[in-house]
């Protein structure tokens, strides 16, 4: 069974403050998906990650996929009270195309 | 854009009784769906793998019989919570395989949910 560890579990920052949320497993993932959701809503895709090493930046967000394909990363840069949500990072492989393993989530929330 | 409708949003039923939530792919046809149950605050959870014309594949530790899942079309894939407990509660959210590739990965397309609260 793939696992993905997520951390932290909950981020309380200021506004204009930067962080980083991270995602590691001891399994190789063909892909690794970032998702943005809000209460009562389901999962938004921010970015989808697969080659080791990759970087990849969405205005203030960039996301990193680790040289061994086994973690990946979320920094944001001078975080805005917008950004408040949980961010999951999935990873998915092999033959299980479309079957996403998610991580325990961040709930980030930034205070104006 | 791909777009993945479910319905109902906001259920709340009575113990004992089974309650359908269904997954419709609006534009699209998707030969397999995702169902997750998703607590408060909480990761999503994969349930089952519903495939269009088969039996859904079930995760391990989930209850076919309590769960049913069923995908007679490509467009609709429901789950009907049998015989409804309070510990059934949560919020139920399915996604379809839109059959894209974006990125060399699947492109899936996330419902909104639907939370069930049983009494």
């Known amino acids: 069974t793939q696992l993905l560890e997520q951390s932290p579990q909950f981020l309380s920052i200021q506004e204009g403050e930067n962080l980083t949320v991270y995602c590691n497993s001891s399994?190789?993932?063909?892909?690794l998906q970032w998702y943005r959701q809000e209460p009562g809503e389901g999962p938004v895709l921010l970015v989808t990650v697969v080659t080791g090493g990759e970087v990849k930046k969405l205005k203030r967000l960039t996301f990193q996929f680790g040289d061994a394909r086994k973690d990946s990363s979320l920094h944001i840069t001078a975080a805005q009270p917008g950004d408040t949500g949980l961010y999951l990072c999935?990873?998915?492989?092999?033959?299980?195309?479309?079957?996403?393993?998610f991580g325990q989530g961040t709930i980030l929330t930034v205070h104006p | 854009g791909a777009v993945v409708s479910q319905h109902p949003s906001w259920v709340i039923c009575k113990s004992g009784t089974s309650v359908k939530i269904e997954c419709r792919s609006l534009?699209?046809?998707?030969?397999?769906m995702f169902w997750y149950r998703q607590f408060p605050k909480q990761s999503l959870m994969l349930m089952a793998t519903s495939n269009e014309g088969s039996k859904a594949t079930y995760e391990q530790g989930v209850e076919k019989d309590k769960f049913l899942i069923n995908h007679a079309s490509l467009t609709l894939s429901t789950l009907t919570v049998t015989s409804a407990h309070p510990e059934d509660s949560s919020f139920y959210i399915c996604?379809?395989?839109?059959?894209?590739?974006?990125?060399?990965?699947?492109?899936?397309?996330f419902g909104a949910g639907s939370r069930l609260t049983v009494l």
């Open positions: 534009d699209f046809q998707a030969t397999t």
């Open positions: 999935a990873g998915g492989g092999g033959t299980s195309y479309g079957k996403l393993t």
């Open positions: 399994s190789v993932f063909s892909s």
């Open positions: 996604s379809a395989d839109t059959g894209a590739v974006s990125s060399g990965a699947n492109v899936l397309t």
